[in-house]
């Protein structure tokens, strides 16, 4: 019994760790989806086929935070069904992008290396 409450232990613990790395990716996965107008639902099955589900209730929050930033744009259009919002990088959001894509690059290069040593 122990070890399964121990095992338990671990799960969680894992789970939250697995959430902290997805939280610092999320943001620059969600810009790099954003190069092209999308909405809400057609960004979510983006980033879910490229193998990062995200929740509505992170999604649109984030999508709010990032245009109070300044780095996207949106507006409300009708096609073919309900009216959506569109959400688009903006110029500064095509610079930020540029730069995290840059960061990105250089801190996955260092944990390649990293993980290669150990």
Known sequence: ??????????????????LELRRGVLV?????????PRYGYSLRQA????????????LYPLLRRLEAQGV???EWKIEDGPPRRYYALNAEGRKLLKKLTASWQGMNEAMVRLLEEA
């Open 72 to 74: 996207l744009s949106s």
């Open 1 to 18: 019994m122990h070890s399964s409450v121990r095992g338990m232990g671990d799960i969680e613990a894992f789970g939250k760790l697995e």
């Open 47 to 58: 980033l879910a086929d490229s193998g990062l589900p995200i929740e509505e209730g992170t």
């Open 28 to 36: 620059l996965a969600t810009l790099s989806q954003l190069r092209k």
